[in-house]
């Protein structure tokens, strides 16, 4: 087995149970949720170990239109799937996750409106050397610059995290929308993660807008100096986001919901250089999302991937990591923050 020093997991979610309520909460009253869920849900716990694991196979490589046809009539299934793995899979779950694979480090990104940045940094406080968190901003914040600024000005946060489906941004306005809190942060020398990828489900209809990897152009061109994550690599549009991180030098691959080939053909692409492991935790767990990665790359690429590109994008200290203990014994017997 490889052994890298301090493996960096660029992408990780924590939510509450009131974030999970605010995640499509029509569907949530739908029959389906009413009288199926309680059902299904308990026997789902059980079964995860098998099931989720083919699920996610499945995701990562069948993407055809005939694969998405079919997960876009299973909606109801995934927003069930998704909102049990947030409700189970908290923080005490994350740190036990990250002791088995011996990561060091892990990256939070807040999705405002469903979670808030501050609420993370409180969960988070007493962990400061294990977790560095993204913040976000929702389209209908009325000053984002004045929301974000205070946060990267106490350097509270390390980055920005754009989702532009949760945050309700539509393609034709994004530019125009993030581009003064995009620069705050190229001046504050912080990255900007960016989700890319089509979610394929009718039931989720009400997040589909901006999604594809074209319409991020005007930001990497823009801004040439601010440093940009793609994340999943575009998933579906893995070719895409390769041609983007061909174009311009400032964006980075995040490898979450790829498979090994996938992430083997990105390095072969751009280099190991700009290549980041990321998991999507708790919707992929960190061990798949870790063999994916150890099975494409070489030694030498591993470490780069893995380490050493997620700890120079966030700033972080090697010895600094080596002291990443709780300032606190215990950890919240609560799944969730």
């Given at each position: 087995m490889i052994k890298t020093?301090?493996?960096?997991?660029?992408?990780?979610?924590?939510?509450?149970?009131?974030?999970?309520?605010?995640?499509c909460p029509i569907e949530q009253q739908s029959p389906f949720f009413k009288y199926v869920v309680p059902v299904i849900e308990p026997i789902a716990q059980f079964t995860e170990p098998v099931h989720d694991r083919w699920l996610r196979k499945l995701a990562m490589h069948y993407r055809c239109e005939t694969s998405r046809f079919v997960y876009s009539q299973l909606g109801q299934f995934f927003l069930m799937e998704a909102l049990r793995l947030f409700k189970t899979h908290g923080l005490e779950r994350l740190l036990q996750s990250m002791e088995r694979?011996?990561?060091?480090?892990?990256?939070?990104?807040?999705?405002?409106?469903?979670?808030?940045?501050?609420?993370?940094?409180?969960?988070?406080s007493p962990y400061p050397n294990k977790f560095s968190v993204f913040g976000s901003v929702s389209h209908s914040e009325p000053d984002p610059c004045a929301y974000l600024e205070p946060l990267m000005r106490d350097k509270l946060i390390r980055g920005v995290k754009i989702h532009p489906m949760v945050g309700s941004y539509e393609a034709q306005g994004l530019f125009d929308a993030v581009k003064d809190y995009v620069a705050l942060a190229s001046d504050y020398g912080l990255p900007v993660a960016i989700h890319t990828g089509d979610i394929p489900a009718?039931?989720?209809s009400?997040?589909?807008?901006?999604?594809?990897?074209?319409?991020?152009?005007?930001?990497?061109?823009?801004?040439?100096s601010c440093r940009f994550i793609i994340n999943h690599s575009g998933w579906e549009s893995w070719r895409?986001?390769?041609?983007?991180?061909?174009?311009?030098?400032?964006?980075?691959?995040?490898?979450?919901?790829?498979?090994?080939?996938?992430?083997?053909?990105?390095?072969?692409?751009?280099?190991?250089?700009?290549?980041?492991?990321?998991?999507?935790?708790?919707?992929?767990?960190?061990?798949?999302?870790?063999?994916?990665?150890?099975?494409?790359?070489?030694?030498?690429?591993?470490?780069?991937?893995?380490?050493?590109?997620?700890?120079?994008?966030?700033?972080?200290d090697r010895l600094l990591l080596s002291k990443s203990r709780p300032?606190?014994?215990?950890?919240?017997?609560?799944?969730?923050?």
């Open positions: 020093p301090h493996i960096v997991d660029f992408h990780a979610h924590l939510m509450s149970l009131a974030g999970a309520e605010k995640l694979q011996k990561i060091e480090h892990t990256v939070i990104y807040s999705l405002e409106p469903l979670t808030h940045t501050r609420d993370i940094l409180e969960l988070l009718s039931a989720l009400e997040l589909t807008t901006c999604s594809t990897v074209k319409e991020l152009e005007p930001l990497f061109k823009g801004f040439p895409a986001a390769f041609d983007m991180a061909t174009a311009y030098d400032n964006v980075f691959l995040e490898t979450s919901w790829q498979p090994a080939k996938i992430i083997r053909r990105a390095v072969d692409k751009i280099g190991a250089g700009r290549v980041l492991f990321g998991s999507d935790f708790p919707m992929f767990q960190q061990w798949q999302a870790l063999r994916e990665v150890r099975r494409a790359l070489t030694e030498k690429e591993f470490e780069l991937v893995a380490s050493r590109n997620g700890m120079e994008l966030l700033g972080l300032r606190e014994a215990s950890v919240s017997s609560q799944p969730i923050c």
